[in-house]
């Protein structure tokens, strides 16, 4: 544990809220659960290189045991700093700890139509028009994929978006293709826009982000997205959604505990596939509101949870992206 970083003590709850004792505890319970509880691994290949690390995997309930010394192995091989490159390079951004950098908020499935106040399903043209937003504003570092081009054939609605985002922004590009299938066509892009497979692993144009299903579950297209992600060398983000309440305790302290197994699991994936491959620490994790069933972003608990995870990352010297409210 000696590349962990030491946390100050304060009486507030500010983004220093979390002590050093209180991130230590976080991650041994962590490490109890990876070890005794383990996690749900859909992906047989992915089950295969766990196993081969000394992992423990029950094959028929696809359940995977990680030991405290893999978890810590993985952590310590992340890069600390990652470059996050733009097609122009005035663009590139290098995240590490002591640097704060902004995204748009992405994923959307519906769209406020800016001519007629229609809501509606997004559209091709939707991500090139909202691309081009954000490569003007300077407030916006890094392009996440806005919105779904749902328009197109859904087998091949990611290599849409992809076009149409690299087509309208220089600036670095984060997606979620979907699946490892999709990945290589990312990657393929990707390899088209940097010159080059080698060169898209020098300066990777894109990242990659996938969601483990809460609670400890690494499905089969978040385990192959990792993989190919690793493989080629292109940065992944690991985010949790995980709901307090819901699909984690409703605790934040259990809520991070379950947050922290999900990412770190990944991050071991990744590690060994490809031993130093950039990956960052993810969240998008908040509360679920038990009386509307709903999913705040707004709410102050998000908050609170995303300086927890700010604060775990910074603990284990890793990159870090989290949800703002």
């Known amino acids: 544990m000696g590349r962990f970083r030491k946390s100050t003590e304060t009486v507030a709850f500010s983004l220093s809220c979390f002590s050093n004792n209180d991130l230590e505890d976080i991650h041994l319970a962590t490490l109890e659960i990876l070890q005794q509880t383990g996690v749900r691994v859909e992906s047989d290949e992915a089950m295969e290189i766990f196993e081969e690390s000394g992992a423990s995997v029950n094959r028929e309930t696809k359940q995977v045991k990680i030991s405290p010394c893999l978890v810590e192995d993985a952590i310590h091989a992340a890069p600390s700093s990652i470059l996050l490159a733009g097609r122009n390079q005035a663009h590139d951004i290098s995240i590490k700890s002591g640097k704060t950098h902004f995204t748009n908020f992405g994923e959307a499935l519906m769209v406020l139509d800016p001519e007629t106040g229609e809501y509606r399903d997004s559209t091709k043209q939707d991500v090139a028009d909202i691309t081009l937003v954000c490569d003007a504003l300077s407030e916006v570092d890094i392009v996440w994929r806005p919105c779904d081009a749902k328009d197109t054939p859904p087998h091949a609605s990611s290599a849409h978006e992809m076009e149409s985002i690299f087509a309208n922004t220089s600036k670095h590009i984060?997606?979620?293709?979907?699946?490892?299938?999709?990945?290589?066509?990312?990657?393929?892009?990707?390899?088209?826009?940097?010159?080059?497979?080698?060169?898209?692993?020098?300066?990777?144009?894109?990242?990659?982000?996938?969601?483990?299903?809460?609670?400890?579950?690494?499905?089969?297209?978040?385990?192959?997205?990792?993989?190919?992600?690793?493989?080629?060398?292109?940065?992944?983000?690991?985010?949790?959604?995980?709901?307090?309440?819901?699909?984690?305790?409703?605790?934040?302290?259990?809520?991070?505990?379950?947050?922290?197994?999900?990412?770190?699991?990944?991050?071991?994936?990744?590690?060994?596939?490809?031993?130093?491959?950039?990956?960052?620490?993810?969240?998008?994790?908040?509360?679920?509101?038990?009386?509307?069933?709903?999913?705040?972003?707004?709410?102050?608990?998000?908050?609170?949870?995303?300086?927890?995870?700010?604060?775990?990352?910074?603990?284990?010297?890793?990159?870090?992206?989290?949800?703002?409210?």
């Open 174 to 325: 984060v997606h979620g293709p979907g699946s490892g299938e999709l990945m290589k066509k990312d990657i393929q892009m990707g390899a088209l826009v940097a010159g080059g497979v080698k060169e898209l692993k020098e300066r990777p144009v894109f990242s990659s982000v996938v969601c483990p299903s809460s609670p400890l579950t690494l499905g089969k297209n978040c385990c192959d997205v990792i993989m190919e992600s690793a493989r080629a060398g292109v940065p992944c983000i690991v985010l949790s959604m995980t709901l307090a309440g819901a699909t984690s305790p409703v605790t934040l302290a259990g809520t991070l505990i379950d947050h922290n197994a999900e990412v770190l699991s990944g991050i071991v994936l990744s590690q060994l596939t490809s031993r130093g491959t950039p990956v960052i620490y993810g969240s998008s994790t908040t509360i679920f509101d038990l009386k509307t069933a709903t999913t705040p972003v707004g709410a102050p608990e998000l908050g609170m949870i995303s300086t927890g995870v700010a604060k775990l990352a910074d603990y284990y010297l890793l990159p870090a992206v989290v949800a703002g409210g």
